[in-house]
């Protein structure tokens, strides 16, 4: 059977996956709110078409903090991809690259920051949890600076650890027996199991790397302002995919207050609830830069390793087309807000 789209691709990998490790991958916080309403939000948003524009040719590439990419289609940073395929990261880096786009790597990996690297034929971005001490971060930080990755992203909305109660009646550890935090062997963790972040924190970073630094989980125009003052270069909007806090905001609708609230001085970018091209249109006309594609690609992984994935993004890629076209918006520059109605 042909799978188009990638609903097809998560019914695919369920069946091939073992039910605790697929709830670890699905599931949310509490009573899953949030999760459910990161899809619904997108529904309540309707296009406004335009109509006899040459759409001939579209054209999709942008740069993202000047790293040229074919789409404004991104993977988001997400833990344990060897749960999905054995290869892990590495095929996921694999199908980035093939996919001509960025991939940022997760901290809590099952393969590597090296490894990763070596995998890649694209550009890397990485994902950072000052977990367990900032001493051991900062070791990550440096790593991920000689392995060539591009940006640190900073998450920011994890002081503590969701509610997670599919986890919790699985006796799900993080990462699950018998996955293993990769970056982390040979690592002496000594400090709190979670180092408590403030604004203050941000200098920290500065301090120890010259990379980008990219702030993921902000919800509120009044952070958002906050980051600017602190001299971030990205803001990635973003419940966690509604594995934090139960009942937050959806992003989508987070997402204008906080381009207001930034006024062009960093770039935005958009994750959590991307299923179709029609929803990265709409976060693109809501005026996210770009946006990061988390679960799907993991469905993809779970399906055929590397080709799986690289077949999500593609899926998505031609949808986003399709959309822009029938759309009336044949650049990303043609794209702006007059093209939703919310």
């Known amino acids: 059977m042909e799978l188009v789209n990638v609903f097809d691709y998560e019914k695919l990998a369920q069946a091939r996956m073992a039910p605790p490790l697929w709830d670890y991958y699905q599931g949310g916080s509490d009573d899953e709110v949030t999760m459910r309403e990161c899809r619904a939000a997108f529904e309540r948003i309707k296009l406004r078409p335009r109509v006899l524009v040459d759409v001939s040719a579209i054209d999709m590439h942008c740069e993202v903090l000047g790293t040229p990419v074919s789409m404004p289609l991104l993977i988001a940073p997400m833990a344990s991809h060897c749960m999905a395929h054995p290869e892990g990261e590495c095929a996921t880096a694999q199908a980035a690259g093939r996919a001509g786009t960025l991939m940022i790597a997760s901290t809590v990996a099952t393969r590597t920051i090296e490894e990763i690297a070596q995998a890649a034929s694209g550009p890397l971005w990485f994902q950072l949890y000052t977990y367990p001490s900032l001493k051991v971060a900062e070791l990550l ?3 991920a600076e000689d392995a060539g990755y591009r940006a640190i992203v900073l998450t920011v909305d994890l002081p503590r650890l969701g509610n997670r109660e599919k986890d919790r009646r699985h006796n799900i550890t993080i990462p699950p027996v018998p996955y293993q935090e990769a970056n982390f062997v040979d690592v002496e963790k000594v400090g709190q199991a979670w180092v408590t972040l403030t604004w203050e924190s941000l200098a920290w970073l500065r301090s120890i790397t010259s990379l980008p630094v990219i702030l993921k989980g902000i919800l509120t125009g009044e952070d958002a302002r906050l980051a600017i003052e602190h001299g971030v270069d990205g803001i990635v909007v973003t419940n966690h995919g509604g594995r934090q806090l139960d009942t937050a905001i959806p992003g989508i609708e987070a997402l204008p207050e906080i381009i207001e609230a930034v006024a062009g001085r960093c770039e935005i970018y958009f994750d959590g609830g991307i299923r179709r091209g029609t929803d990265i249109l709409k976060a693109l006309a809501l005026g996210a830069r770009a946006v990061l594609i988390g679960r799907p690609v993991l ?17 998505l890629r031609k949808e986003l087309e399709l959309a822009m076209a029938l759309s009336g918006r044949p650049t990303l520059a043609s794209i702006d807000r007059s093209l939703v109605k919310m």
Request: neutral net charge; proline residues 0%; aromatic residues 10%.
């Open 141 to 143: 930080v440096r790593r």
């Open 299 to 315: 469905w993809g992984l779970a399906v055929s390793g590397a080709d799986g994935a690289f077949s999500v993004l593609e899926l």
